[in-house]
Each structure stands twice: as C-alpha cells, then as structure tokens.
C-alpha cells in the first residue's frame, strides 16, 4: 500500500516533466511531420533556451523576456540549419548536425564557460514563471497547461494561413509546391525557425523545473520528442485529422512516456539504462511501418493473384 | 504569349553521361493557342516544358512569357504565370492534405502568402462551384484527403487547380498517360472545355496522335530534340494518323519510334 502511495506522488511530477517535454515534441512535429525533415538542431536548440533564459534571470531580468529571448534564439539557431540546407544544398541531417555541434560552443559561450547554472525558485524568488520545488507543482502544472493550450491554438491558426498552408504543402509534396508559386527554400527555414524556437521555449521551461540550465541538458532530447510524437500519434492514429487535437495528442504521448519512464525507475531499473530504453523503443516504432508494407506487399501480391 | 527562343539543354554535361536533349529550339505560341504536342519517347517534349516551367535552368537562349523574360527567374516565381499538370496524379497535388486545401493552395498562386485564414466559407463555396462542373460527385468532397481519390479524380481537380487563378500559360505533360482510356478521355474533355472557357494559351504533350489531332488548333511533333513538324489550322483539322506518321518520317528519316503511338 505504501508503495503505491509513493509511486502515486511521482506522477504530478512526470505529467509535469511531460508537458514541458511535450511541448518540446510540439515543435519537433513542425519539422519531421510537417515538413518532413530529421532535425536534430533541437539536442542544441533546447539547452540554447535554457542557456539564454537562465543566464538572463540571474543577471536580475524579467523572466517573461528571458524567455522571450530563449525563443528568439531558438529561431536563429532553426534558421541557421535552414540556411545551410537550403542555400549550401547540405543534407538537412548533416545541416542539423553542424549547427548542434555549434550551438555546442555559443550555449557554452552563454554560460561563461560553466557547465552548469543554477537557477532555483528559492534563491530568486518570484524570479522564475514555473517552480522545481515539489510544494508548488499543482501550480506549476496549471501553468504549464495554459502554455501548451496556447501554444496549440496558435499553431492551430498559423497552420490554416496561407503561409502555413505553404509550409504543409512543402512538407508534402516539393513538385507541387513549386508548381503553385511556393518558395519552398523560405517554407523550410521558417518551419525549421519556428520549430526550433518552441523547442528553445521548452529549453527555458525545462531549465526552471529542473532548477539549472545544463551544457549536456540537450543530449539525446529528439529522440524523447520523438517518442513523444509516436507514441501520441500510435495510441490515438486515425481518431481525427483536426490539426489541434493532434498536437494535443502529441503532448499526452510525451506525458505517457514519462509516466512510463518514472514508474520504470520506480520499480528500480538503474538509470544509465533509461537512454538505451527510450531509443529502443523509438526505434521498434519507427521500423514497424516497414515492417507493415513489407508484410502488406505480401499480402498485396497474393490478392493480386486471386483476381487474376 | 509563350516565345522559346533558341533553347538547348544538355544533361550530366562533362560527364560520361552527357546528354544533349535540346539544341538551339524556337517555338512561339500566340495568344489562344492550344498546341498538342507529339514525338517517340525521349525526344524531348518533358525536357522542353520543364525549362519552360523552371524546373532547371536553360544551358543556352531565353524564354518569354506575355512580354517577360522568364529566363533567370527560379520556378515557384514563374508559377505565377504557369498551370501545370504532370504525367504522374500524386505529382500534382499533396496527398495528405484535404481537397479544400489543395485547391486553397492554388488560389494562392501568384500572390504572397501571408498570415490570412486560407479558406473562408466563401472560398469553399467557390470551390464547390467549381467541382461540380466537373462532374465527379467531387463538391462533397471538400474535407476528403486527396491520397484517397482516384488517379482521375486527383488528375481533374489538378486541371482545376492549374486553371482556378487563370494562368498565362497551361503546360500538361501527358497528363492522361496514367488513366484508364475511359478516365483519360473524361480527363481531356474537361481539359479542353477548361481551355476553352478561359481561353487558356496551351501546351499539352500526348502519347496518342488521334488525341494530338482531335484537340487543340495547332500540332507540333517533336524528334531528337527538333521540332520536325509544325501545322496549324485547316491543315491540322484534316491530318489523319496515317498522314502524321508518314510525315514523321519523311521529316525524322526514320519510323516512328513509339510503339505507343501506334498502338492507340
Ligand atoms: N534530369 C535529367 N537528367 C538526365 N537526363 C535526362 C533528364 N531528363 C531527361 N533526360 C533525358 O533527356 C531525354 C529527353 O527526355 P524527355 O524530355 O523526358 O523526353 P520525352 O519526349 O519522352 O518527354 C531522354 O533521353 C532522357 O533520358
Ligand atoms: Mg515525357
């Protein structure tokens, strides 16, 4: 009984870390569902958003506007990577890549060289928008709630503009874009920005609930975000189309995995496995649809047959 | 309305695969005219509507459309003044999207796309209006995802979207070539009633010759990169098949190469 009661005081703490994250996921759907593009920026994007919002907060500013800042830089960094795919013809991987490694040396650059900044709720008081102490989470959740209800119902709208009706289509189908008059070079690095600047405002969030900004917070982060998507898009596929309900779907699949991934530690798995765990499981989803056609080409060929 | 004017284009040039696919091409259409366009496999007739659409630049000569040389400016620029439907129905439109948004994307050709809603209830009744024209049942369907219609349904709101902001120039680049004969013939009356109705400037390429011969007021035949045969007029109303092919090969020196010609 007792240790039911334990396990059931890490859950607030789980749905918050999956909010936070599935915000983060949030914007990872804007690239690899949306536009169809692998982009690891984000491992570097997400630890820039901690980075700026914490550096900023302790040197006395608004936590709004250092927040504000994360997600600024978010974007660069995004455009960056957009920039060398589009313009240089780099690979958008590759593209990714170069700009994570570089973000490497500005978080750090950021920081003044520390590896680690503390940023907690006691020391600055009313300094931070949400708390790492355990006493106010219900507080923090709300909050965070409100950011991903907000978040949601602007992308919802954005995505139905003309511009983002263009970024949809780029990611759908490159002829037809360009056939219609679409600038797919602009398309993909606006997505990439705009991707990259709400994973930065997940980095700003992640940082105050973890309590410090962390060079190596960022590592491996896009493959929980994509878990996240899987996950959201696997428990609720075909349920609805509406773009909305998707991203929110998108957001309980990151709260599931940490559920998931607290009731693991909680049973006692020792956490250097916990990396090995979160991508084998991303990578067992993300082969199943080939595995999928590969079967149902199969079967394809013997329907074939029979109505020949 | 459409001058080419001394075009070539070689591909994989200073490769071992070097290709010569075009060499100094001039063609002018004039305002109105619907230009079927015929030649074996290879000859160069995709070649001549991609460098006219953008897809990749000319190695030599200019492009004009409607008085503006089109020649440096990349494609989504001169989409602007082009409709286009390809060969293949999932190239035309984005299958994941909804019908409405499809066609919301074309009405948005030419123009800067900004942060406006995309589809107004007045838009989707336009849309509406003009599905119904087609004739497939497809105005219910504004909400479907395009990757669940058929090839000839996808081919047809293509056409619509190709023509709904009326386009300087149509370019279809055998755009029945992947129908079944009764779809590709539904296919083609919508395109010439399109045509006509918006007295569109024209350039259809087609596998088959009674087709080449049936629509359209001029003909051209395409072979190894050359524009061998040119008629217009009476003289096109009264080719005959057997007339083209021999004209082919009196003006190519060889049989017509296509078997798929022939066939149809
Ligand atoms: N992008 C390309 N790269 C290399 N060769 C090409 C390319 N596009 C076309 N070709 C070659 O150019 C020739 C003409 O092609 P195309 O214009 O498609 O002929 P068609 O008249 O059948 O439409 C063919 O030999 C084809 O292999
Ligand atoms: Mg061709």
Known sequence: MQILLNWLDTLPGAVSQGLVWGIMAIGLYITYKVLDIADLTVDGSITTGAAVCTVMVTNGENIILAMLCAVIAGMLAGMLTGLLHTLLGIPAILAGILTQLMLWSVNLIVMDGRANIALSRLKYGDKVLISSGASDIYVTLGILAAIVIVIVLLLYWFFGTELGMSLRATGNNLDMSRAQGINTNFTKVFGLALSNGVVALAGSLLAQQQGSADINMGRGAIVIGLAAVIVGEALFQKKTTNFAIRLLFVVCGAIIYWLVFQTVIFLGLPSEYLKMLSASVVAIFLGLPYLKTRLGLKKKKTEGKTNA | ?264
């Open chain 2, 1 to 264: 309305m459409l001058e080419i004017k001394n075009i070539s284009k070689t591909f994989n040039s200073g490769t071992i695969n070097e290709k010569k696919v075009l060499s100094n091409v001039s063609l002018t259409l004039e305002d109105g005219d619907f230009v079927t366009v015929i030649g074996g496999n290879g000859a160069g007739k995709s070649t001549i509507l991609n460098l006219v659409a953008g897809v990749y630049p000319v190695d030599e000569g200019k492009i004009i459309i409607d008085g503006n040389d089109v020649t440096k400016l990349p494609e989504h620029k001169r989409a602007a003044f082009i409709g286009r439907v390809f060969q293949d129905p999932r190239m035309g439109t984005a299958s994941d999207m909804w019908v409405e948004e499809n066609m919301s994307i074309a009405d948005s050709r030419g123009h800067r796309r900004g942060v406006r809603w995309a589809i107004t209830s007045k838009d989707r009744e336009r849309f509406r209006e003009q599905l119904k024209l087609l004739d497939l049942g497809l105005e219910n369907r504004l909400t479907t995802k395009m990757g669940l219609l058929s090839g000839g349904q996808r081919q047809a709101i293509t056409l619509l979207m190709a023509t709904l902001k009326r386009p300087k120039l149509l370019l279809l680049d055998e755009h029945t070539a992947a129908l079944d004969p009764k779809t590709a013939a539904k296919v083609l009356e919508i395109t010439d009633r399109l045509v006509k109705e918006n007295s569109l400037t024209a350039l259809m390429v087609t596998h088959n010759m009674k087709d080449a011969i049936a629509y359209g007021n001029r003909l051209i035949m395409m072979n190894a990169g050359k524009v061998i045969l040119d008629v217009r007029g009476e003289e096109k109303k009264n080719l005959t098949i057997e007339a083209l092919l021999e004209m082919f090969t009196k003006a190519s020196g060889a049989e017509f190469a296509s078997d798929r010609a022939l066939l149809s």
